[in-house]
């Protein structure tokens, strides 16, 4: 068991906006967008509990874990050993325990997009945040559970990797 | 024609930490052994309209007078950072779940499903005040 956990987290943006002449094409290019010139970001660092639920908390393994010490969770685990979750027509829980979330990320690994839910579970639950291949979101909780986290492919099969920590 | 067409270029990234046995030092949590990053470039995939505020400020429902922003649905990219003042609760569903917190020089960024995502922010505290920066593309 950790004594403590806590997870750093930052977000960058950087509007630009592609400028170049009528007849040449090759010397267009993309410059910071002048309505807001300059690049937009925030961090900040959350305090999460020092005993997750269990193992799924986080889609993946450390490299520094033993086979050994994982062996009960390898036999039960489904498809996220590898920290690679495979993402399809049917919604993804990340969870199922209902503890109150604390932080969420979920990284795209494949290359086709997926779309991520904060009301699994609901009798018709919207998919207000999109995620392409290589991209990834995150956010902090506000009386969220965690077991209402949940992710759909937008056309195409993908992947993902996630962590779901609880407060 | 003269291109002015809107790119974004965005990453989000976390290092979750854990504090060793001895409780003196943090390292990289175990459970996941390695900082965590994802980013992405936008551009043909959204619209070319973009809208920065860079100050807003906004209070919760309970203020007097109320004022909170509303983002009606119909956009593809949306920023958002807590820049002074009480944590920001955010919304997909048009205000009525805050299910997103954002504390003072926190921020989230995502492309979004201009057809599902009906965003509204207020402050998290009652007769709270914030001030945010925000940023959408449509």
């Given amino acids: 068991m950790a004594q403590d956990r806590k997870i750093q987290f930052s977000t960058q943006v950087i509007p630009k906006i592609e400028s170049g002449l009528e007849e040449y094409s090759g010397s267009r290019y993309n410059k910071l967008h002048t309505s807001v010139n300059k690049k937009l970001g925030g961090n900040g660092y959350i305090d999460v ?101 949940g992710v759909i492919r937008d056309s195409s099969d993908s992947t993902i990797e996630y962590v779901i920590a609880k407060t | 024609m003269a291109t002015n067409d809107v790119t974004l270029t965005y990453k989000n990234s976390c290092t979750p930490q854990e504090l060793d046995s001895g409780g003196t030092r943090w390292f990289m949590d175990s459970d996941c052994g390695r900082k965590l990053s994802g980013n992405s470039v936008l551009s043909g995939e959204m619209g070319n309209t973009l809208n920065y505020v860079a100050t807003a400020d906004v209070k919760s429902s309970t203020a007097d007078p109320e004022v909170s922003v509303d983002l009606q649905t119909g956009f593809d990219f949306f920023y958002l950072k807590c820049v002074s003042g009480d944590d920001v609760k955010l919304s997909f569903d048009g205000g009525s779940n805050y299910l997103v917190l954002l504390s003072v020089g926190e921020a989230f960024a995502s492309f979004v499903d201009s057809s599902a995502a009906d965003i509204k922010f207020l402050t998290a505290t009652a007769d709270g005040n914030s001030v945010v920066e925000y940023l959408t593309v449509t």
């Fill in chain 1, 49 to 149: 509990n020092a005993t997750q639920a269990d193992d799924s908390w986080t889609s993946f393994r450390s490299p520094q874990a033993n086979w050994i010490g994982n062996l009960s969770q390898w036999e039960s685990a489904d498809n996220t050993w590898d920290g690679i979750v495979t993402i399809s027509s049917s919604v993804v829980q990340l969870t199922s325990n209902s503890n109150t979330m604390a932080f969420c990320y979920i990284k795209n690994t494949g290359e086709n997009t997926v779309k991520v839910t904060v009301e699994y579970g609901a009798g018709s639950p919207t998919y207000p945040i999109k995620v392409k291949g290589g991209a990834s979101v995150q956010f902090r909780g506000n009386g969220l559970n965690t077991n209402k986290i």
